[in-house]
């Protein structure tokens, strides 16, 4: 009796950090810059595994290790569909890919704030001398649409981020309907066999 | 960890693992006893179960098995009972992968399945601490050798020995500690309140067809 007491304390002790086990990758998007981290499910970040990120056509573009907190960041140079993936070198694996549009708008914020800043002074002086005092040229006006767009991305992208972690943390943890569905299939099959046994000898 | 995932192995040992896991489960079934069916299934769902409970160690995270305990309580069954197991888990929790369920069936069931059939005769006869000895010893070496068929099948399907080996070294050292303490527990227990379990257990090879 002391002993299954100590068993079931020993495996309490174990189950105390209960995590699933899968590994999974988060990426996400934001200012055309790609990050996110390798996760197992149910907690934990998978720290110092392997990481490939390669083109659609298996370009490998970057290649390394995840930081302390199972991170990384990585800035492809243009737009372009991204397949990320780590491997723990024991048998886990876990993909992800970020489609070529994540990036739109808001793939160079820099460079986009640069234009504005240039394109400004100049189109500063045409409304000074006619009477509609914002008369953009087109290309300005497109520019700032540009960047109004890159800041509503980015705007989105820090809300979103939150929740698309959320999905990603409970997308494949072990629900307790889940649990309870895999015993009951057990009992089950045990049951179909006992009733196959049965049929086949009858006493 | 011992639930490989798809796309990690090559085919050829994909088709190996598939052949000796579907080759030994029909073996399983036609040794399988009425009698012995409810700890064949308490054995699947606690298999089941145990995967939940992880820990992270370094880069990735282990849990229990079992295979050794099952190995010596249930024989031939480990395979059935590990594969159903396997199977609910793939598909519920997503662990491992349909396409390498024969190799995970044949790398956790098979050490235990082995060690089980080659011990519990002689579980029979001892005390119950003695028995938790050997139990504890069969629990670990049947952890180790998933391991070592882990890094087999990894190593097989070209992924580098440097690569791999010292990740599985470093993941399977505990687990074999766990394994142990947890097998030899159980089986002492069950020693000492069911000594029959094991009475039974190697009865239907005894009468059993020799391939």
């Known amino acids: 009796m002391i002993r299954l007491v100590f068993a079931l304390l020993a495996l ?6 209960a995590q699933a086990h899968r590994l ?16 197992f499910v149910g907690g934990g970040r998978a720290a110092g595994v392997r990481l490939t990120i390669r083109d659609r056509d298996g370009h490998l573009l970057h290649g390394g290790e995840t930081d302390a907190d199972g991170g990384f960041r990585f800035a492809p140079d243009r737009p372009i569909a991204l397949v990320i993936a780590v491997e723990s070198g024991d048998g886990h694996i876990a993909e992800t890919s970020v489609d070529a549009e994540r990036f739109g708008a808001g793939a160079n914020p820099p460079l986009l704030a640069a234009t504005l800043s240039t394109v400004v002074p100049e189109a500063a002086p045409a409304p000074a001398a006619e009477s509609p005092p914002l008369d953009l040229s087109a290309a300005a006006e497109a520019r700032i649409a540009a960047l109004v767009e890159a ?4 705007a989105v992208a820090a809300q979103i981020r939150p929740l698309l972690e959320a999905h990603a943390a409970s997308e494949g943890r072990a629900r307790f309907n889940d649990i309870v569905g895999g015993i009951g299939m057990i009992v089950g099959l045990c049951g179909l066999a006992a009733w196959g046994f049965s049929r086949r000898r009858p006493s | 960890m011992a639930h490989i995932p798809d796309g990690v192995l090559s085919l050829p040992v994909l088709v190996a693992g598939g052949t000796l896991a579907a080759g030994g489960l029909a073996l399983a079934l036609r040794r399988l006893d009425d009698r012995a069916l409810p700890k064949v299934a308490i054995l699947a769902a606690a298999f089941f179960v145990a995967s939940l409970i992880a820990i992270p160690i370094g880069p990735t995270s282990v849990h229990l098995l079992l295979a050794g305990l099952m190995g010596l309580v ?16 793939t598909v519920m929790f997503g662990f491992g992968g349909l396409s ?6 044949v790398n956790i069931a098979g050490p235990g399945l082995v060690l089980g059939l080659a011990l519990a005769p002689v ?13 504890a010893l069969a629990g670990g070496l049947a952890a180790a050798g998933t391991g070592g068929l882990v890094a087999l099948a990894l190593v097989a399907s070209s992924k580098s020995l440097a690569a791999t080996a010292p990740i599985v070294l470093a993941t399977y050292l ?10 030899g527990l159980a089986v002492s227990f069950l020693k000492r309140v069911r000594p029959e379990t ?5 009865a239907p090879l005894a009468a059993g067809v020799h391939p």
């Open chain 1, 12 to 17: 309490l002790a174990v189950a105390i950090p």
């Open chain 1, 24 to 39: 999974k990758l988060f990426a996400t998007v934001e200012a055309g810059n790609v990050s996110g981290y390798a996760f």
């Open chain 1, 151 to 154: 800041a509503t991305a980015r």
């Open chain 2, 74 to 89: 249930i024989g031939w069954a480990t395979l059935p009972a590990v594969f159903v197991g396997l199977l609910l888990q």
């Open chain 2, 100 to 105: 390498t369920l024969g190799v995970n069936t």
């Open chain 2, 123 to 135: 579980l029979t006869r001892l005390s119950p601490a003695r028995a938790g000895l050997l139990a």
């Open chain 2, 174 to 183: 505990p687990l074999v500690v766990g394994e142990a303490i947890v097998t």
């Open chain 2, 198 to 202: 094991f009475a039974a257990a190697p």
